[in-house]
């Protein structure tokens, strides 16, 4: 009854990132927003901004874009330096109804262009610095329409060419008096907006949003928001190629709260912008929220301004929670987390205080959203489980993508009479909280949960910076190991940690930033465990590590 009448009151609204600012501008055009670097294509305009100074800017970008000649439904895929640039062009993309693919900086230019392939010719917003490195000796002119250039110029001996045409960059800047064009505004239901999977069992998928499943999506973020709006200052600071950044945005410029942005995860960084700026409400990703945890007791107390912690993609280690609320001076800070994909958004939500916080379970991601998700666990069959049954989890609600660019087939084995194969395993208890037990591809027989297991030694090990169990060739369990500036893990403390956990094979201790990670830092634990078994083959001899691609 509730999805019914959610669906009649709602039906024909649409989330439209090319709005964005501009609606924020219509309420109240002086809200602020600090950066914590400068915008790569025009350094000169500093840190500080009114919602209203970025609104223009998008204007000025999207006639460029126009003046250049990219036009309604047209792709514009963006594969350029790590920057709210990146933001700024995809809204202006937007603004004048062509579709920007958002390709992560963390990509390697072989899979860039495998992905620019996949979109079939679209034009290829980059930067002099990304011309002349990952994309330096990629083939573009046989697989884009033309290169622009947001910012620097292009390396004087790269002109891309083919058996019957030469591709030259068009910079951007020579179109800075181009007259700003009427916004466009797609039909709902048309594809808007196209951002890929986390990568983290493969080449990503391309998924593609339309407006209608966006606004879905973003209406339970804003209910859950409603308690903080205008009040704090709200601090954002993960990925600009994933979707949730643009939900993150809406969400509190529609509520009219002053935002920091931030580019610099690292704690050395960041944690100065949060003195300077003293953020009500943070977000991040979860990996991130684990190196923020030396930020407790870092100088100017940077976390203690903080009422609200949110936290997407991941569910979160209890360890990283109770560091985050112990941080805060606020009497009943709150960490809100909500468990979601990227082809589906948030699924599933639940908060922790300072009373609850020590109790928390790393597992239990919440209550599916009620009115916006369904939510099922079955078996291999499709047979739907009782609670405290463990299966694979399938969901149907209105926030689904629309398919996989070029992977249609490959989109519609996964739905099941509309409910949707999210790839993770799990179990809803007698309350209806769900609990998540593994991705699908990374099941370990030997062990119950991996995900469980990492989240115990995270919380006996402080000096564990990151714990990824893999399964070896032989499919026993390796934990892989990194520490607070690459200590040497303790094998006494380590032993003493595992004695009632199951069997393992010796941890292998690598350094931090040898973890291969996605644009969300998620590890990406099948080319973990390729990388190990090249390198060090268990005894015994090797067999090929599984290649699998289901999964976001």
Request: charged share 25%; glycine share 8%; net charge neutral.
């Amino acid at each position: 009854m509730l999805h019914t009448l959610l669906s009649r009151v709602t039906r024909g609204n649409g989330f439209y990132i090319g709005d964005i600012f501009h609606a924020a501008a219509r309420r109240d055009a002086t809200t602020q927003i600090t950066l914590d670097r400068p915008p790569q294509y025009a350094p000169d305009r500093g840190t500080h901004f009114t919602v209203g100074q970025l609104a223009d800017q998008i204007d000025e970008l999207a006639a460029r874009l126009w003046a250049v000649g990219v036009r309604p439904t047209e792709r514009v895929a963006l594969y350029k330096s790590d920057d709210f640039d990146i933001a700024l062009l995809a809204c202006a993309a937007a603004r004048i109804g062509a579709v920007p693919a958002l390709l992560s900086p963390a990509l390697d230019g072989a899979v860039a262009h495998e992905l620019l392939v996949r979109l079939e010719k679209p034009w290829l917003l980059t930067d002099g610095d990304t011309l002349a490195g990952k994309l330096r000796g990629v083939p573009l002119a046989d697989d884009v329409r033309q290169v622009l250039l947001s910012a620097g110029t292009a390396p004087p001996d790269l002109v891309a060419e083919t058996a019957d045409r030469t591709v030259e960059p068009i910079a951007l800047a020579e179109y800075a008096d181009a007259p700003v064009p009427e916004p466009v505004f797609l039909h709902p239901r048309q594809p808007s907006l196209i951002t890929h999977s986390s990568g983290t069992t493969g080449i990503p998928k391309l998924a593609v949003h339309c407006p209608e499943a966006g606004w879905h999506r973003l209406v339970p973020q804003r209910v859950v928001s409603w308690p903080i709006r205008g009040k704090e200052t709200a601090a954002l600071c993960m990925t600009f190629v994933h979707s949730r950044f643009y939900q993150g945005l809406a969400m509190f410029l529609s509520h009219g709260n002053p935002m920091v942005i931030a580019v610099d995860p690292h704690p050395d960084k960041i944690g100065p912008l949060f003195v300077r700026t003293r953020p009500g409400y943070i977000e991040t990703h979860p990996n991130t929220y684990i190196d923020w945890e030396e930020l407790d007791h870092a100088p100017g107390a940077p976390l203690s301004s903080v009422r609200v912690f949110g936290a997407t993609f991941d569910a979160m280690h209890p360890r990283t929670i109770q560091r985050m609320l112990a941080a805060s001076r606020h009497r009943r800070p709150v960490f809100v987390q909500f468990y979601g994909q990227s082809e589906i958004g948030p699924m599933a939500g639940r908060w922790y205080t300072r009373r609850t916080a020590h109790k928390a379970d790393g597992r239990c991601v919440g209550l599916p959203l009620p009115g916006f998700v369904s939510l099922r666990v079955v078996d291999d069959s499709g047979r739907r489980l009782g609670p405290g049954r463990s299966g694979h989890l399938e969901v149907r609600s209105r926030t689904r993508i629309l398919t996989y660019l070029g992977e249609d087939e490959r989109f519609r084995s996964e739905l099941r009479d509309g409910w949707w194969r999210v790839g993770d395993t799990g179990y809803l208890d007698r309350r209806g909280l769900l609990h998540l037990m593994d991705r699908e591809v990374d099941r370990i027989d030997a062990v119950d949960s991996s995900l469980a297991v990492e989240d115990l030694l995270m919380g006996r090990l402080e000096e564990l910076r990151e714990v990824v169990i893999v399964a070896d060739p032989r499919g026993e369990p390796v934990p892989v190991v990194a520490t607070r500036g690459e200590a040497p893990l303790d094998e006494s403390r380590w032993r003493r940690a595992t004695v009632d956990l199951p069997p393992m094979s010796a941890f292998r201790q690598l350094r931090f930033d040898d973890l291969p990670r996605t644009s969300t830092r998620k590890i990406q634990r099948s080319e973990l465990a390729r990388r190990l078994w090249e390198e060090h083959p268990p005894p015994g001899g090797m067999r090929a590590v599984p290649d699998t691609t289901k999964g976001a």
